[in-house]
Each structure stands twice: as structure tokens, then as C-alpha cells.
């Protein structure tokens, strides 16, 4: 007994359909949000056990230590601020698929996460405690080392990134990668004004 061949149809065609995405279509983007969500618990976990220490602890700094210096951690929160303005240049320009201004961009944008990596070091030394002094102390470090933590992810990410724009083997959906890069660089910098201000500027401010 012989079978007769099925026969076949199209049912759609798939041809037409982009082979880069960007956004909530883009699986990485999704991915990069469930990243946010989990930092963001963890580093509002840190500055809700500082601001509980703060209320609940009978003496505070500076009682215990020497207030912070606030000049680096001021130029900090500069430079991140503004540093989404060429970010928001490079998520623009991968959009557009624009690899020259792409190029340029990342290269801007590694020089400054470099800088802002140094710059945490400084900021450790800022406080002016060692991290085990007193419960002030390891609050105060815990949300710098926290935070520095995603500012070391995102340094090492935007590194690679940036070399992999100079590669010769580079594909379309590797540009795309970098809006999903800023997504998180958004993020990075702009959760940092609030956690500076909690850090740097509450020890200034009498306790309850």
C-alpha cells in the first residue's frame, strides 16, 4: 500500500519579519529588566537597614566618626548625571543602526564608567570609617560596595560591548545589544542620587 504525499501549504510567511529587534520585543531587554528589578530590591534593601539603623541606633554619626568628605562624591553624582546624555546619543544612534556614531560613542562612554570606577574608591575613602567600625559604618559601606557592585558589572560590560563594535564579525543584532546596554545604564546612574544622598548628606542631618 502506498501513501500519498501530503501536500503542503504555506501558512505565513516569515521573510518580511525583522531580524533586529529592540525593546520589549527584544528577549535581552526583558532580560535586562528582571536584572533592574533584582538590584533594585538589593540596594533598596541597603538603605532601608542604614535609614533603620539611623532611627533605632541611640547615637549616630558623627558621634562615632568623623563626617564624610563631600567633594568626590559630589563630582560622582555629576559625572553619572550627565553622563545619560551621550548615553542617550549611543541608544539613539544603535536604533538607527549607525555603527560610526556608535563607535565613537561607546568609547566616550567606557572612558567615563572608567573614571566613575575610580572615583567609587575615592568615595570609600570619603566616609572616613573603616567598614566594621560601628553599625553606621557598615551601613554607610554596604551601600557603596552594593552599588559599586552594578557600576563594576556595567563598567565590564560596556568594555566588552565597545570592542566587540570594532570587531570584523560584528552582526546587526549586536548593535542592538546597546540600547539594551543603556537601559541599564539609565538605571546604574540615576539610583545613585537618592543612595548619595542617604550615604553622604543624612550624617549632616540631626538624628531623631
Known sequence: MTSTPMELRPVASVADLPTTTFGHRSIAWWGTIGFIIIE????????????????????WAPAYAPLPDLGVPAVQVALMVASNVPMVLVDRAARRLDLTAVRSGMVIMSLLVVVMCVLRGFELAALNVRWDENAYATAAWA???????LLLVEALETLAQTALMFNRRL??????????GALYWYFMTSVWVPLAAIAFLTPYVAGP
Do not use: P, W
Request: hydrophobic share 45%; glycine share 8%.
Open 40 to 59: 533594585g530590591t538589593t540596594l533598596f534593601i541597603c538603605a532601608m537597614s542604614y535609614l533603620y539603623l539611623r532611627v533605632t541606633v541611640g547615637q
Open 143 to 149: 551601600i557603596l560596595v552594593s552599588h559599586g557592585t
Open 171 to 180: 552582526e546587526q543584532r549586536d548593535i542592538s545589544a546597546i540600547a539594551d
